[in-house]
């Protein structure tokens, strides 16, 4: 298993990223996949997490209305659309694998290398 994110980056408060992951390695297709950040100091945070199809996302609270979770299974990737960045949205951000069968139970097998998110002025 290969997850790769990118598209991290230094961003005004207001301001907005892209985030992507290509994954391999792994029937991308079969799997329920997560975004998760740790902030400085603090621990792991489930933000996202999107159905093997596509079709149904949950979101923590925090991002809600403001982060958008799509994947493209013909191409391997996941995209996470962050719009309207806060300070508090400071973090690393790692896409994840979730464990075959545990859609929105949270837990993951695999992740990336992470990818860093700064929003600050």
């Known amino acids: 298993v290969h997850l790769v994110e990118s598209g991290g980056g230094w961003v005004q408060p207001g301001g907005s990223l892209r985030l992507s992951c290509a994954a391999s390695?792994?029937?991308?297709?079969?799997?329920?996949m997560s975004w998760v950040r740790q902030a400085p100091g603090k621990g792991l945070e489930w933000v996202s997490t999107?159905?093997?199809?596509?079709?149904?996302?949950h979101y923590t609270d925090s991002v809600k209305g403001r982060f958008t979770f799509s994947r493209d299974n013909a191409k391997n990737t996941l995209y996470l659309q962050m719009n309207s960045l806060k300070p508090e949205d400071t973090a690393l951000y790692y896409c994840?694998?979730?464990?075959?069968?545990?859609?929105?139970?949270?837990?993951?097998?695999?992740r990336g290398q992470g990818t860093q998110v700064t929003v600050s002025s």
């Open positions: 994840a694998k979730n464990k075959f069968g545990n859609c929105f139970g949270r837990e993951f097998d695999y």
């Open positions: 390695g792994f029937s991308f297709n079969d799997y329920c």
């Open positions: 999107i159905t093997s199809g596509g079709l149904t996302t």
